[in-house]
């Protein structure tokens, strides 16, 4: 079966799983779990239960986080020995916050062929159905768990117009969404999708003090796996005032660049006023002489 059978070598595929609803697995995600000698799993239990599921008895095996890099090799020697070989994590698509990076990488340096086959994947189902704008947006993955790490980073992405993904484990969603509404706004619209396509599937839309409150009012929804969304910073129609962090972004481009152009760029970048920047650059550029 394998698509490498010209140059005698095995093929990597990285295979997408459900994310909750078994129903959600391709025909080609099944026929591929069958075909190949082996399966790379993140959690062999938990992939056990899938694979028992749809009647598949292909060998598995671990490639977990905590043995990816050592126990690359021996899926690589299996590759160039000829064998396929599919990557599954323990749900939704390999890699995307889960493990798989350092096997892929491997594998693309050894010439081996790696072929993704697509499915599920969290962030681009909330994304979906989340309401806020999609033709822009940024994955953060897991913020920090440590508060003061986890507030550094939201600070990097505060001023950033493109809508906001986060993955966040339920005993500390409160908590980043308490850290959200400090840094980002009480005001600014979030969204959080949560047990997608499971039985209590949520996805709730609210202004960020709003969305603390109601997590706080019901535990229910600090249970399962979350997936917090926020819109990307929009500067008021009658804001001239630039924060800082645009004044510092403003004054590196104005070190290569005119103040128009400098100001055209970091309007792309912070989503403050083109004219509102431009306004500043002028004045900053006189007052430096």
């Known amino acids: 079966m394998s698509t490498s059978e010209s140059n005698g070598l095995g093929t990597l595929y990285v295979v997408a799983t459900p994310i909750g609803n078994l129903e959600d697995i391709s025909a080609r995600a099944l026929r591929v779990l069958t075909e190949v000698s082996l399966i790379a799993a993140e959690d062999t239990r938990h992939s056990t239960r899938l694979l028992q599921h749809f009647g598949i008895r292909t060998p ?71 309401g806020l704008p999609s033709d822009r947006f940024v994955f953060e993955g897991f913020l920090p768990a440590k508060q003061v790490a986890r507030c550094t980073r939201l600070e990097t992405v505060k001023a950033d117009s493109r809508t906001l993904i986060f993955y966040e484990a339920p005993h500390r969603l409160l908590d980043s969404v308490a850290d959200m509404r400090d840094i980002f706004g009480a005001e600014r619209q979030a969204v959080l999708a949560r047990e997608l396509s499971k039985a209590f599937e949520t996805i709730k839309g609210l202004p960020l003090q709003e969305m603390y409150d109601w997590i706080a009012a019901d535990s229910n929804q600090q249970r399962g796996e979350c997936v917090i969304l926020v819109a990307g910073y929009q500067a008021p129609d009658d804001a001239d005032e630039v924060q800082p962090e645009a004044q510092r972004i403003l004054e590196l481009l104005m070190a290569e660049l005119p103040p128009k152009r400098a100001a055209g760029l970091a309007a792309q970048i912070t989503g403050v006023r083109k004219n509102a920047l431009y306004q500043w650059a002028l004045a900053n550029k006189t007052s430096k002489g």
Do not use: K
């Not at 599919?86 to 493990?99: F, K, M, Q, R, Y």
């Not at 096997?103 to 962030?123: F, H, I, M, N, Y």
């Open 60 to 130: 598995l095996v671990a490639c977990h986080e905590h043995n990816e890099r050592e126990e690359g090799g021996r899926f690589i020697t299996r590759l160039l020995a000829g064998e396929d070989i599919a990557l599954i994590s323990d749900a939704g698509t390999p890699l995307i916050s889960d493990p798989g990076y350092h096997l892929v990488r491997q594998a693309r340096a050894a010439q081996v062929q790696v072929v993704p086959v697509p499915g599920a994947c969290a962030l681009i189902a909330a994304l979906s159905a989340a």
